[in-house]
């Protein structure tokens, strides 16, 4: 199986395996791409990557899928960045988000008195704005990654989610 992926102006590929890169005015993103049973190639004069699957397993055609997917994230991500939106909730005692550097620091969680602390992913910013978090990136696996701790550093442990609603909720993917 083949799939072919067209790269817009502007935006500049370069395989060297194991390693992709992509570059734009943006900036540049670097991931390792190891599996066997796929080949990549870049074509500059038709400026497309042709990713090809020398069997037909059905695990060599979800990687395949997922590789390609991958890809085209990057693509986006060089072009322009992501952006994911996430919302501060509390009922009774007023929690603050606070970042340092490459740390987010969460505070007065459930009237704790010790900060929550996580470290962001390489590549990513973060806003607070009130009870709103912006998230934004290039790569979104990165910009998903640091969503996702900041959701878990909020977990409450066996408390009764129907009454403790405290923590911090994404809201989602926005097109800024």
């Given amino acids: 199986m083949r799939k072919e992926l067209i790269v817009p102006e502007g935006v500049d590929v370069q395989i060297e395996l194991p390693f992709?890169?992509?570059?734009?005015?943006?900036?540049?993103?670097?991931?390792?791409?190891?599996?066997s049973g796929i080949s990549i190639k870049y074509n500059s004069n038709e400026k497309k990557i042709k990713l090809e699957c020398s069997s037909a397993k059905r695990t060599d055609l979800a990687v395949l899928g997922t590789i390609t997917a991958l890809i085209k994230n990057m693509i986006q991500g060089v072009?322009?960045?992501?952006?994911?939106k996430m919302e501060c909730v509390f009922a009774h005692f007023p929690m603050s988000v606070k970042v340092q550097?490459?740390?987010?620091?969460?505070?007065n969680f459930l009237g704790e008195r010790k900060a929550r602390k996580i470290n962001m992913s390489d590549g990513v910013t973060m806003k607070v704005n009130g009870n709103e978090i912006v998230i934004r990136g290039m790569s979104k696996e990165f910009v998903s990654q640091t969503a996702g701790k900041?959701?878990?550093?909020?977990?409450?442990?066996?408390?009764?989610?129907?009454?403790?609603?405290?923590?911090?909720y994404p809201v989602g993917w926005s097109d800024e």
Avoid: W
């Avoid at 992709?20 to 599996?35: M, N, P, Q």
């Avoid at 072009?79 to 994911?84: L, S």
């Fill in 150 to 168: 900041l959701e878990k550093a909020c977990y409450k442990g066996r408390r009764d989610p129907r009454k403790f609603q405290d923590g911090i």
């Fill in 20 to 35: 992709i890169i992509i570059r734009s005015t943006l900036g540049e993103l670097k991931k390792r791409f190891e599996y």
């Fill in 79 to 84: 072009q322009k960045e992501f952006v994911f």
């Fill in 101 to 107: 550097g490459n740390e987010i620091q969460i505070q």
